[in-house]
């Protein structure tokens, strides 16, 4: 909540804005091509900017945003999905391509005119490497209160795949629910309510006697998971959200942090590949985490 002109730490935020648009080259890119991260830095930076000019309305970070967002929708691969490098010497994957699609919408969420096309691309790619959807849309789903519970008794389940149509990799499944609902999916499609299904097998497990949130099989970047899972919960509500939730908001995420007179204190450490990013990328996904509650309404809210 805090901006760049308002709150205690407005310094900081201002520097972070004012950072990153020095970083934005003239094509809208942020530069590493080159670089295997590059397909995540690209997205995550268009995302601040786009948020920077919903929060200011400074004309400056509209442009900047919008530039940024025509980029990435020019380099979009020819089968519709983005990966780490440009050229198209790779097929997209649903990772890269969920960040990217991610911030497109952010874009257009703050009245960024962008190709709805970028985000109709996202679309066909995790269809492509998504579950089979077979069953039918049931009228009694469609209630539009939050905590109503999509899906009572249906137990079947929906995933998504990293570059190929399996099921090992719950982060992806959970990317490709989150991006199908901001694409305009209701929660009560098949598809979303057999990936929440999917979901609920891999919540995360808080140990309270060992203070630690449990690893949870196929999610190597344990943060990655618990902040794409929670968006997804959260939007899908009722006992998806209250299921996942408890452990991992109520109680992993806050138990862990550092407390105490000790220079990481307020931050949170790195679990199995997590190190590859440190603690202050452990720390940022943590913390957009815990925004979940607020950072996002419902999408079935909205107009």
Same mark, same amino acid.
């Given at each position: 909540?805090?901006?760049?002109?308002?709150?205690?730490?407005?310094?900081?935020?201002?520097?972070?804005?004012?950072?990153?648009?020095?970083?934005?080259?003239?094509?809208?890119?942020?530069?590493?091509?080159?670089?295997?991260?590059?397909?995540?830095?690209?997205?995550?930076?268009?995302?601040?900017?786009?948020?920077?000019?919903?929060?200011?309305?400074?004309?400056?970070?509209?442009?900047?945003?919008?530039?940024?967002?025509?980029?990435?929708?020019?380099?979009?691969?020819?089968?519709?999905?983005?990966?780490?490098?440009?050229?198209?010497?790779?097929?997209?994957?649903?990772?890269?391509?969920?960040?990217?699609?991610?911030?497109?919408?952010?874009?257009?969420?703050?009245?960024?005119? $962008?190709?709805?096309? #970028?985000?109709? *691309?996202?679309?066909? +790619?995790?269809?492509?490497?998504?579950? /089979?959807? %077979?069953?039918?849309?049931?009228?009694?789903?469609?209630?539009?209160?939050?905590?109503?519970?999509?899906?009572?008794?249906?137990?079947?389940?929906?995933?998504?795949?990293?570059?190929?149509?399996?099921?090992?990799?719950?982060?992806?499944?959970?990317?490709?629910?989150?991006?199908?609902?901001?694409?305009?999916?209701?929660?009560?499609?098949?598809?979303?309510?057999?990936?929440?299904?999917?979901?609920?097998?891999?919540?995360?497990?808080?140990?309270?006697?060992?203070?630690?949130?449990?690893?949870?099989?196929?999610?190597?970047?344990?943060?990655?998971?618990?902040?794409?899972?929670?968006?997804?919960?959260?939007?899908?509500?009722?006992?998806?959200?209250?299921?996942?939730?408890?452990?991992?908001?109520?109680?992993?995420?806050?138990?862990?942090?550092?407390?105490?007179? $000790?220079?990481?204190? #307020?931050?949170? *450490?790195?679990?199995? +590949?997590?190190?590859?990013?440190?603690? /202050?990328? %452990?720390?940022?996904?943590?913390?957009?985490?815990?925004?979940?509650?607020?950072?996002?309404?419902?999408?079935?809210?909205?107009?």
């Amino acid at each position: 909540g805090y901006l760049p002109h308002k709150g205690r730490y407005k310094d900081t935020v201002l520097r972070g804005q004012v950072f990153i648009a020095s970083r934005q080259w003239a094509d809208g890119d942020f530069g590493g091509q080159e670089d295997l991260i590059g397909g995540y830095t690209r997205p995550i930076a268009s995302i601040a900017l786009s948020e920077a000019y919903g929060s200011t309305r400074d004309e400056e970070y509209q442009e900047r945003a919008w530039r940024s967002a025509a980029h990435i929708i020019r380099i979009q691969y020819a089968d519709a999905g983005w990966r780490y490098r440009l050229g198209g010497q790779y097929p997209g994957d649903t990772s890269v391509t969920g960040w990217n699609a991610w911030a497109i919408a952010t874009a257009r969420k703050f009245g960024v005119p $962008v190709d709805p096309m #970028g985000l109709e *691309g996202a679309n066909s +790619l995790i269809d492509l490497f998504s579950s /089979v959807v %077979t069953q039918d849309e049931e009228y009694y789903n469609h209630d539009p209160r939050y905590y109503f519970d999509v899906g009572r008794g249906q137990e079947f389940e929906h995933f998504t795949g990293y570059n190929a149509r399996e099921e090992t990799r719950p982060p992806m499944t959970a990317i490709g629910l989150i991006c199908k609902i901001f694409m305009g999916r209701k929660r009560s499609h098949p598809y979303c309510i057999g990936a929440a299904n999917r979901l609920l097998k891999s919540i995360p497990v808080y140990d309270e006697r060992a203070n630690e949130i449990k690893y949870a099989t196929g999610a190597e970047y344990p943060s990655y998971y618990w902040y794409y899972g929670s968006l997804a919960m959260y939007q899908m509500g009722g006992r998806f959200w209250r299921n996942w939730s408890r452990p991992l908001l109520t109680k992993g995420i806050p138990n862990t942090q550092v407390q105490g007179d $000790v220079c990481e204190n #307020g931050s949170w *450490g790195c679990a199995n +590949l997590d190190s590859i990013g440190g603690r /202050v990328y %452990t720390t940022a996904m943590c913390v957009l985490t815990l925004e979940t509650f607020y950072r996002y309404l419902p999408a079935l809210t909205l107009e």
